[in-house]
């Protein structure tokens, strides 16, 4: 039986991506991310940023550059998403167009910020879908942004859209809403782990995106020469259920996978019980004096697939089981 039909029966699956979401604004930095995830394989995502990376006035040619490095011979993976303009921006229509039209079929997702609410997510959709489908892309997936009061009271609204695959957080713009309420010092840490509204929406975030089998994604950390900040800052943001982080500098992207993905020893027990599993037809089984049965098997499924997407080694009976299941 396929691990998937045998793990969630009459379900859809819970999606699975790769643990580190990598930020490129400029053309030059798009094309040495793309060398990068090359280099280093599809361990990481690459997100092209048209909200910022743009410089005032050149909003439409770097629409046409993200889209021509999207089809580009150097795009391997098709693991490349663009963030868009808010939707109330004069450049939010233009983005989509542009970048669907020429695009659409090598485009990973879209990220969307400044949402206010769950009507701006569907509102984002209705064009983005309009626009892909037209370019033969049905059901891009949509990634979006919560950096508001009132993303955070719809949370759990937009993470049971079937179309969104994940959400981020957006630690500057959340503070910032507190209008000094909260100290700037929980932009970044410690604070950002302590401050007790901003763990607070870290949690409803995380919460909200495993209810519905989605992924919730770490906001940046602003420390880029220091790795040990990252690091820590990445296995804290494990801790409170994250399964993923955005990347802002190259040196952050390997101290963020490695953060992120399961240790050796995690690896190793997961294979050992689903393999088992698996030559029980998926009943019961014990392991190391433990009894294991299939809602044990959903936590170890996802931990493997979450191993391999981050590039983790698995020996060939493992890398054959999670490939069977992806």
Known sequence: MHPTQALFPGKQQPVSLPVCDH???????????????????????????CEDGAASGNETAHAQLVAGLLTDKDNHANRIGVRIHDIDSP???????????QAATRLAYMMLPKAEKVADVEKALGMINTHANAAGRANLPLHVLIESHGALVDVWKIAAIPQVQSLSFGIMDFVSEHHGAVPATAMRSPGQFTHPLVVRAKLEIAAACHAFGKVPSHNVTTEIQDTQVVTADAQQARQLGYTRMWSIHPSQIKPIVAAMTPSIEEIGEASEILLTAQAKQWGPIQHQGRLHDRASYRYYWALLQRAHLAGATLTAASLQLVSSGS
């Not at 400029?26 to 940023?49: H, Y």
């Not at 450049?91 to 039209?101: T, V």
């Open 23 to 49: 930020y490129a604004g400029s053309e030059k930095i798009m094309r040495k991310s793309m060398a990068l995830q090359n280099e280093l394989g599809a361990c990481f995502d690459i997100t092209f940023d």
């Open 91 to 101: 450049f939010f229509a233009q983005d989509i167009s542009i970048i669907c039209k």
